[in-house]
């Protein structure tokens, strides 16, 4: 049997007020949230979706941020690169006119002094910054200034000129997430943008008899190359060969050593692995690693192919001594070759800056229908809220009148 005590109205009255109070909390927490999952189960189901949505949106966002990104980055290496290539449009121009034999040497010195101006302008495009501040091509060296300017005397100059360039930046492997393991190179390293000629190093090590004494690997641009005990020549050669690199190798038939050849104008890097197997030093490739990026070639190696800034410079020579006949020749040759890697450059970064576009636009695409999604998931209707929370309101007040009546009176009652 059932036990009625006198304190069950004040339980039951408690009870209901503070089901009734929670009920409004709810509802009040929903709307200050807008959403109508103020907590996870308000519905399980809905919840486990929503969470899914709010972490691609949360990508999303950052692809989309990312790919403005290289948007804005493509940009402004797109319009460097176009600069640079009036620049060396009006530099042939000038090597053409001055092939004429019709030109006095002091006419040449005229346009030596304008190729020499020129040539300056070049370099400070080539050491730009980006929008960010960062050098827009020092490979992943952002902070570095690629190219450093080398002043001298030179024959038939009557100022100091330009006598040599060097790259000091590095090479340009720095990528950009635009989806979901989805990757576009960000940079054009200073040593491929503003190149000249392919590179040929030529080893006058003979290494018929070479065997490689230790595991270990070297890196040809960028790319790593392992190496094993007992490797010979003919088998490194076609490790090379098989790597991403950007270099044919073959052996040399007159000197029997290591020969290196640029696919494209570029500038090549070579380096061994720190602690292992020194295989392109014992090939007379290198004579030690980079130290500050500078030029490592083995001093007795035949090296050949120059930037840009090398082939103005021979343009701008040939002109102060009155040398028509080179400049006719090698001059215009190599102005030719520049303007080709230049002009392959630009459609390289206007490819990248088209996939950043297209990237950009279906990420945009994609935003709006995920918000979609998942407001079907979390949505609030405002409209049905607030007349839940007046229903809910006029309930708790209805309890508290009827309470208020039907409760007996208290010792509180007798002191009023």
Do not use: C
Not at 71 to 84: G, V
Not at 187 to 201: H, N, Q, S, V, Y
């Amino acid at each position: 049997m059932k036990r009625i005590s006198t304190d069950m109205p004040f339980t039951d009255m408690r009870f209901h007020l503070r089901k009734q109070e929670e009920n409004l909390s709810n509802i009040s927490g929903r709307m200050g949230e807008q959403t109508r999952l103020h907590r996870l189960r308000d519905d399980p189901f809905s919840a486990a979706h929503s969470v899914r949505y709010d972490s691609f949106m949360n990508r999303l966002n950052r692809f989309e941020q990312n790919t403005q990104f290289a948007r804005n980055h493509f940009d402004n290496t797109y319009d460097n690169l176009n600069s640079a290539m009036e620049i060396l449009q009006r530099v042939r121009e000038l090597a053409v006119t001055g092939a004429h034999g019709t030109f006095t040497p002091d006419d040449l010195s005229i346009m030596a002094v304008e190729v020499n101006q020129l040539l300056e302008e070049l370099v400070s495009i080539s050491n730009a910054r980006g929008p960010d501040t960062r050098q827009a091509f020092s490979g992943d060296s952002v902070l570095t200034e690629p190219f450093r300017i080398v002043e001298g005397t030179v024959g038939g100059g009557h100022q100091t000129m330009i006598t040599n360039v060097e790259y000091r930046g590095t090479g340009a492997s720095r990528n950009i997430e635009i989806g979901d393991n989805m990757f576009l190179r960000l940079d054009l390293g200073g040593d491929e943008a503003f190149w000249a000629e392919r590179m040929t190093i030529i080893s006058t090590v003979d290494a018929t008899n070479y065997r490689v004494q230790q595991d270990g690997s070297f890196f040809i641009d960028g790319v790593e190359i392992n190496v094993t005990v007992g490797d010979t020549l003919p088998s490194i050669v076609a490790k090379i060969n098989d790597s991403s690199a950007s270099v044919r190798a073959h052996i040399d038939p007159t000197s029997r050593g290591l020969v290196l050849s640029g696919t494209t104008a570029h500038l090549i890097r070579a380096e061994d692995r720190a602690g292992g197997a020194e295989v392109l030093r014992d090939l007379g490739i290198i004579s030690g690693n980079m130290v500050n990026n500078a030029p490592n070639w083995h001093n007795q190696a035949m090296v050949s192919g120059g930037s840009v800034f090398d082939v103005v410079i021979r343009l701008r020579d040939g002109m102060l001594r009155g040398d028509h006949e080179f400049i006719g020749s090698q001059g215009i040759g190599g102005m030719d070759l520049a303007i080709n890697n230049v002009a392959f450059r630009i459609a390289d970064v206007g490819s990248r800056q088209e996939r950043a576009e297209f990237a950009w636009q279906r990420i945009n695409r994609q935003i709006p229908n995920i918000a979609a999604a998942l407001n079907r998931e979390t949505g609030l209707d405002m409209a049905q809220a607030a007349m839940e929370l007046n229903m809910a309101r006029f309930a708790h007040q209805a309890i508290l009148q009827t309470s208020a009546r039907i409760l007996p009176p208290t010792l509180l009652d007798f002191l009023r």
